[in-house]
């Protein structure tokens, strides 16, 4: 009942909403996306494509190719058409930044670009915080030049994280629960949010946080628990390893989709007002009961299989995530569209083939790399 009354209050209908993204879908517009090459950009770059935006990427310059997850969507620069364009920089660069800004005008911005590891930023404090913290602010920095000097607007997307309510102060975690980060990631992500937050209020910036929960996919990097277990799950069926180790199977955390997520961060910066929104399922379950769903698609009994490594613990865990997506549906009209069973099997199946390529190479007499020594 209370929901029905405040939804008569004043929010818009599904249909006024879509109406709105509609009218303000990407033919002629520009994004420039930091991250690009990670999980969320690559998703993010699709779905922009897809909506007739020419993309802009940055990418760091690496000794060995990191653009594996763009790949499919890239063209040859001497190809016509391409509508992804992709430029060296890093977050740690300020003069690349606000060149890029003065070069590309892209009327959107997503900040996606961060040393993404809880575990290893324990290991990197200063370095996760001079690109997860210092790089949002660079960024806006950037932003805010290129905003006097031109006198367009541009809009801004924050990569906030659920990371950043640690030990919760409040459960489900909502726009409104007070942040207590566990971490330096944590810490440092605090930052770049109340700095977003501070532009929007201080230079009347169209900048928003999305304050995104878990969300997986088959693009995931490998040393994050979800795709390490369904890795794990694809070679030990396909006989290429014997066991999985793992630190905290007692943590619960909300895992949503990526695909359904990037969706959203889209959907913040079509809006006339800038603002922040929790993205989340609503549900949330252990490390272990992912494990058991991910091992079970596979036709295998995980307690076989997993045992315990103290070296994945953390010296401080976040015990518990579970977010409350109401605003992004009363809003936007927002829903998570693929439940964490869907996505366990997707990330499985996904893995299970990628590890049957992986036998045919050993059978036909190849050396397979060992990576066991760098995983999280
Ligand atoms: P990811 O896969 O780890 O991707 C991170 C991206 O940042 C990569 O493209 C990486 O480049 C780039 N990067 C790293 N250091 C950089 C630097 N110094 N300068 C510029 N770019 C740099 O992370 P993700 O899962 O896609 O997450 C995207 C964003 O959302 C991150 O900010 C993350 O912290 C945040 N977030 C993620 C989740 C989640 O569950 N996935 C939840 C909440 C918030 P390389 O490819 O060269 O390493
Ligand atoms: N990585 C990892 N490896 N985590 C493990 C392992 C392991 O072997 N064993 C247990 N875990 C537990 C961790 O202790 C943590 O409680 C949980 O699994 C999830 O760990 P990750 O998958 O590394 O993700 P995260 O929750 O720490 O951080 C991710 O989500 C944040 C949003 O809440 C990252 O994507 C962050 O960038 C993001 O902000």
Not at 93 to 104: A, E, P, Q
Not at 233 to 247: N, P, S
Not at 340 to 347: D, F, G, K, P, Q
Request: proline fraction near 4%; aromatic fraction near 10%; include cysteine.
């Amino acid at each position: 009942m209370a929901k029905k009354s405040a939804s008569k209050a004043k929010a818009p209908t599904r249909e006024e909403v879509q109406k709105k993204l509609k009218a303000r879908d990407g033919v002629g517009k520009r994004a420039l996306i930091t991250g690009i090459t990670g999980q969320d950009g690559s998703y993010l770059a699709e779905f922009l494509i897809s909506k007739g935006y020419e993309v802009h990427g940055i990418v760091r310059r690496s000794s060995s190719f990191n653009t594996g997850r763009i790949d499919h969507i890239y063209l040859d620069p001497h190809v016509k058409g391409g509508k992804l364009k992709l430029h060296y920089g890093d977050l740690c660069d300020s003069n690349v930044l606000g060149k890029l800004m003065r070069t590309v005008h892209p009327q959107e911005v997503y900040n996606l670009g961060a040393q993404s590891h809880v575990r290893v930023s324990f290991d990197m404090p200063v370095f996760t915080a001079d690109i997860v913290a210092m790089g949002a602010l660079k960024l806006l920095e950037a932003i805010r030049e290129y905003q006097t000097e031109t006198g367009k607007q541009v809009r801004y997307y924050q990569a906030s994280s659920s990371e950043q309510y640690g030990k919760v102060l409040e459960v489900p975690q909502k726009e409104t629960t007070p942040f207590y980060p566990r971490s330096p990631y944590a810490c440092a992500k605090v930052m770049a949010h109340w700095a977003t937050v501070n532009y929007r209020e201080s230079y009347n910036m169209h900048a928003s946080c999305g304050i995104l929960f878990n969300h997986e996919s088959p693009r995931r990097g490998e040393t994050f628990v979800t795709r390490k277990i369904t890795r794990a799950v694809g070679r030990i069926k396909m006989g290429l390893q014997d066991k999985v180790f793992l630190g905290n199977l007692d943590s619960k955390r909300d895992w949503g989709f990526a695909g359904d997520y990037v969706k959203m961060m889209w959907m913040m910066l079509q809006q006339d007002e800038a603002d922040d929104y929790v993205v989340a399922t609503g549900r949330t379950i252990t490390v272990r009961k992912f494990a058991e769903m991910a091992f079970e698609h596979a036709g295998l009994n995980f307690k076989k299989y997993v045992e315990f490594d103290p070296r994945y613990l953390r010296p401080a865990e976040v015990d518990l995530l579970l977010g409350d997506p109401a605003k992004a549906k009363k809003k936007l009209g927002w829903v998570p569209e693929t439940s964490v069973e869907e996505l366990a099997a997707m990330m499985v199946e996904h893995d299970l083939e990628l590890a049957r390529r992986e036998k045919t190479l050993r059978d036909a007499g190849h050396k397979l790399p060992d990576s066991s020594g760098h995983d999280q």
